[in-house]
């Protein structure tokens, strides 16, 4: 708005003038309700546990410049996307717009610095676009709402009530803002033409230029009252929203910020039990996890204030997806809305009870495969796997573990892996006579070392059909000339998958042990086959040679000529890769795997709907090979059906807990003879060229 403007409104409309006073109390009133609201707001996460979210600050504003300023994960829904980023481009440009209109009320001859002149009038036609946009994006998301109604904004009946109302209710304030907006600028303009006095230029087309048209035969004093109501209507549903937005999903407009500043920055590793304490102190932590509200940490609660309700969380994660009693964007809302019964505008917090049995139950909290999927998709950032270990934290601290959970547990403290099998028979696999003969496999110690260290992990070592990878592996890695071994019986469970579930001390039990074994035979890196063990190797360990999957290591190998591939054998097949969790969404391992597929002559290959980052977890994650969850249908069945619908009827995979997912889904979904799974160590052994 220009100076001329300004002092034009308060010549046409006696109203303005004599309203400055009350322009001036909905101001202070505005604004001090406002910094009440949050102020209330800020005490849980005064109370909260700590969180060390303050170091790398440059690296947090770039992310800020990314994620919050660029949008960068909104296209990812494209519909949504383009109208979150249209309103939120809207918002930033009308920003300065705002606060200029608040401020005319009280001083008609405000110009923001910088914005007199032709750079003020360039400014008001593109926020006079802006707003027009802003307002168009309102009804279309009103009309999305009420007509076509997307199924991930739907809220089961078990998480209470839609929230679509609130939703509107907000989207309409909004809209009335923009219309406010327009008609002030609109019945300016037309005010000064109406004195014969040079008009402001509106930008052609836009709300503000057809409400002036439609003024234009309007009597000058309407016009001048009507600028003033429209003023006064801008200011009052400005302040209300302002105010109103803490109260519920709106409050990601102040928070989403900051949250994306304080986002973690390695987000693949685990949160420890408490920050600030040393695994060595760890016996003198009173209580693990979290079991009251006040558990979470700081950052935690201002992800809860942060979540945005969209559900895209919730409609890629697979646990929802089948059916099984969690959803992600619950986790937050339930919490939210238990930080508003409980933390209230006035008087004292109220106390409340612990959490598993009142705002989530046992079940929700042990369907999570952690596969990651949610935070890969929430453009606020909004972190779950932390939460969740942490609230299992809790509930093993409290004795509360599953039935079915409780063997493996047991077998994992006193054997060192969940099946109760012998140390001894660890090796079993590489011993075996028939197989020697071909390749052999050292059993590494203090005496009999080697540069490589082959880590075959639990289910690779015991399960039958999971040998075969090992044997893969093993071959492979003979044929590249690798001077490597295993640690046979003196090898423990990574503890990757207890970790997930919550049982810390047994996890420092079993790595620590291994860490032992590992630097006592002096090996200089370590390849594995299981993305679990790579992951845990990778990330829980400390003080480990360097870990590579063997997908990386074929990937390597193709490149350097050391490995070739002979034409695929039945080349009438049609394969498709199976990103598993741990190697994909959160060690972004997507083009090794392919590009080994993609080098065998004469291999045909279809991606799924959903793959790489988006891939569907096949259920095997968090120890959930051994957990029966109540669900409607089982995960790898969902997925063996999504590489049908894209055409293949091989799927390559390359984790052990994905194979067995996947070979029990193609029986239960009666698929046998018609789909075969493989381990891709299993497919480029098969395929490898031999003198
Ligand atoms: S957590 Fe993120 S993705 Fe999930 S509903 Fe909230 S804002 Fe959306
Ligand atoms: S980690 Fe995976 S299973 Fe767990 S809540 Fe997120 S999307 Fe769902």
Same mark, same amino acid.
């Given at each position: 708005m220009t100076v001329e403007g300004a002092q034009f409104v308060v010549q046409v409309s006696p109203w303005f003038v004599a309203g400055r006073p009350l322009f001036l109390l909905i101001h202070v009133l505005g604004i001090a309700c406002f910094a009440y609201i949050v102020a209330r707001r800020l005490v849980p996460l005064v109370r909260a546990e700590r969180d060390p979210?303050?170091? @790398?600050p440059l690296t947090r504003l770039a992310r800020v410049l990314k994620f919050w300023l660029g949008q960068w994960k909104h296209p990812r829904y494209k519909t949504a996307g383009t109208l979150h980023i249209l309103v939120f481009a809207g918002f930033i440009l009308l920003a300065v717009r705002a606060f200029e209109v608040l401020i005319v009320g009280i001083s008609p001859n405000f110009v923001t610095p910088g914005l007199s002149g032709r750079a003020g009038r360039v400014y008001d036609i593109v926020t006079d676009y802006a707003a027009t946009v802003v307002f168009l994006c309102m009804v279309f998301a009103v009309i999305r709402r009420l007509v076509f109604k997307p199924a991930r904004y739907a809220v089961p009946e078990r998480y209470g009530k839609a929230h679509t109302a609130d939703a509107i209710f907000l989207l309409a304030l909004i809209a009335i803002l923009m219309v406010a907006d327009s008609l002030f600028e609109a019945a300016k303009a037309v005010a000064q033409g109406g004195q014969g006095q040079p008009a402001e230029m509106l930008a052609v087309l836009s709300l503000p230029w057809l409400l002036q048209i439609a003024l234009l035969s309007a009597p000058l004093p309407t016009v001048g009252n009507l600028c003033a109501g429209a003023y006064l209507l801008h200011e009052v549903t400005f302040y209300f929203l302002l105010c109103y937005? #803490?109260?519920?999903? @709106?409050f990601h407009v102040e928070t989403s910020l900051f949250n994306i500043y304080f986002a973690k920055l390695d987000r693949e590793a685990l949160k420890p039990v408490k920050w600030g304490v040393s695994d060595e102190h760890l016996d003198q932590v009173k209580s693990f996890g979290v079991k009251t509200f006040e558990d979470f940490t700081w950052k935690h609660m201002l992800d809860f204030y942060s979540c945005a309700d969209c559900g895209r969380c919730s409609d890629n994660c697979p646990a929802n997806a089948v059916g099984r009693p969690l959803s992600p964007r619950f986790i937050s809302i339930k919490a939210r809305d238990y930080t508003f019964q409980h933390y209230p505008m006035f008087g004292r917090p109220i106390n409340g009870k612990?959490?598993? &049995?009142?705002? /989530?139950?046992d079940d929700e909290i042990w369907s999570c495969t952690t596969c990651g999927a949610c935070e890969e998709e929430c453009p606020l950032l909004v972190e779950y796997v932390d939460k969740i270990v942490d609230l299992r934290r809790g509930m093993v601290d409290d004795g509360n573990v599953p039935q079915s959970l409780q063997k493996p547990l047991q077998a994992l403290q006193s054997? &060192?892996? #969940? /099946? &109760?099998?012998?140390?001894?028979?660890?090796a079993d696999w590489a011993n075996a006579p028939e197989f020697q003969q071909f390749c052999h496999v050292k059993t590494l110690g203090k005496a009999n070392g080697a540069d490589t260290l082959y880590f075959v992990d639990s289910i690779t070592s015991f399960d039958d059909r999971m040998q075969s990878i090992g044997r893969a592996t093993a071959r492979i890695l003979d044929h590249i000339g690798e001077n490597f071994g295993i640690l046979g019986a003196a090898e423990r469970d990574s503890g990757h998958e207890v970790r997930r579930f919550g049982e810390e001390t047994l996890f420092m039990a079993l790595r620590d042990a291994n860490v032992k074994a590992i630097k006592s035979c002096g090996v200089r890196r370590i390849v594995t086959s299981d993305p679990h063990a790579y992951n845990a190797l990778r990330r829980d360990y400390k003080d480990v040679p360097p870990v590579e999957h063997i997908s990386q290591v074929i990937a390597r190998e193709l490149k350097s000529g050391k490995i070739k591939f002979n034409p695929v054998e039945n080349g009438d097949s049609v394969y498709t890769y199976h990103d598993p969790c741990y190697l994909g969404r959160h060690n972004q391992i997507y083009e090794d795997p392919r590009d080994v597929l993609d080098a065998i002559p004469g291999l045909k290959r279809v991606e799924m709907?959903?793959?790489?980052?988006?891939s569907f977890c096949c259920g095997g994650g968090g120890l959930m090979l051994f957990y029966e969850p109540k669900e409607d249908q089982r995960m790898g069945v969902k997925r063996v059906q999504m590489a049908a619908e894209a055409g293949a009827n091989v799927i390559v995979t390359a984790c052990p807990f994905c194979m067995t997912n996947m070979e029990d889904a193609i029986k239960v979904a009666g698929l046998e003879g018609k789909m075969t799974a493989i381990d891709l160590a299993e497919l480029a052994d098969r395929q490898m060229a031999r003198p």
């Open positions: 979210r303050f170091n @790398q937005r #803490p109260f519920g999903i @709106q612990a959490l598993i &049995g009142n705002i /989530y139950s054997r &060192g892996n #969940p /099946y &109760g099998k012998m140390e001894k028979k660890k709907g959903r793959s790489r980052d988006r």
